[in-house]
């Protein structure tokens, strides 16, 4: 999308709704797709977070990933973010790819981190149904590595971006002190949302301070979009109430995976019904170094961020 057509994005949002002068406004690219033109213009229409689908440094993993750029594009994509003003830059990286070594994927890390940059989200590579790398692999053109491979290189990760002064604030993201994604966090630490466009989800906890979330989300094909846009001012497809179970269950799923649940936050918001039911498993998870309980806040040890996944199914609701 051109300048233009993001500014008047920004402006027609700004026409409508309140928003803070400071407000963060990230844009998301991928290198070779951008100029240096553009990124100026970009700042000068009030972008001021850039983050960068670099994905790996290496050349023959970005052929795998069919990705259009090269390691000389996506650094200079960066340093271009830098030069025309931009302080806020993050870049997505992945790891576990079929036959990256953990050689490989400290390179893509040490390369990151001489870059001007104040985020790093770095994820592992999640096999989606239909898609050509799924099926190379139900083919056995491909081999996936293990899971147990993919916790070294999630601690490798950790330790190495913990080291060069990355503070860890959700599953897979990293930020310099001050730089953690604003947009990101309102979603893991269960605030109000609104999305706009086609697929756009929405969340707001009714009334303010309590967890009477309601969910809504817009059609995803363009011309439904716009068809209901026309007939009835809005393009929602589908909405949801969700249960007392369901709300403590995504609030405790959210707050784990990000910096911690609070518990006097929890306390107020749900009782301490759950705190006494999961007690015990919370003790072991303790004494196993998967969880520190520090300042009323319950959080994951690296250890224990590498598989989240499996101890967030084994809490009781």
Not at 4 to 29: C, G, M, W
Not at 168 to 184: A, D, L
Not at 244 to 267: P, Q, T
Request: proline share 2%.
């Amino acid at each position: 999308m051109e300048p233009n057509y993001i500014s008047e994005i920004i402006k027609q949002i700004k026409k409508n709704f309140s928003v803070n002068e400071d407000a963060e406004i990230t844009l998301e690219t991928n290198p070779g797709t951008v100029s240096l033109e553009n990124l100026a213009e970009f700042g000068k229409i009030g972008i001021n977070r850039i983050s960068i689908g670099i994905q790996s440094f290496n050349e023959d993993e970005l052929k795998f990933l069919t990705r259009i750029h090269n390691s000389k594009t996506a650094i200079q994509t960066v340093h271009d973010a830098a030069d025309v003003g931009f302080e806020n830059i993050s870049v997505d990286l992945i790891f576990n790819l079929p036959g990256q070594t953990k050689e490989k994927w400290k390179y893509n890390l040490e390369q990151a981190v001489t870059l001007p940059i104040k985020h790093i989200s770095a994820y592992s590579l999640i096999l989606e149904k239909g898609t050509i790398l799924n099926k190379m692999v139900l083919d056995g053109k491909v081999k996936m590595q293990n899971v147990d491979y993919d916790a070294d290189l999630y601690e490798l990760t950790i330790d190495f971006l913990t080291q060069q002064g990355f503070e860890q604030y959700e599953v897979s993201n990293f930020s310099k002190k001050g730089f953690e994604c604003i947009h990101n966090n309102a979603y893991w630490r269960y605030k109000d949302y609104i999305g706009f466009g086609t697929s756009a989800h929405s969340f707001v906890n009714l009334p303010t301070g309590k967890a009477c979330g309601k969910r809504w989300w817009n059609y995803s094909a363009l011309n439904f979009y716009n068809a209901a846009v026309e007939s009835k001012g809005n393009a929602v497809i589908g909405e949801e109430v969700l249960s007392e179970k369901e709300k403590l269950n995504e609030y405790i799923m959210l707050a784990l995976r990000s910096k911690g649940l609070d518990l006097l936050e929890l306390n107020d918001l749900f009782g301490n019904k759950w705190l006494m039911k999961n007690k015990n498993y919370l003790d072991q998870l303790e004494q196993g170094k998967f969880l520190i309980e520090k300042d009323e806040t319950i959080k994951f040890t690296p250890k224990g961020y590498a598989v989240c996944d499996e101890i967030l199914t084994k809490f009781s609701y």
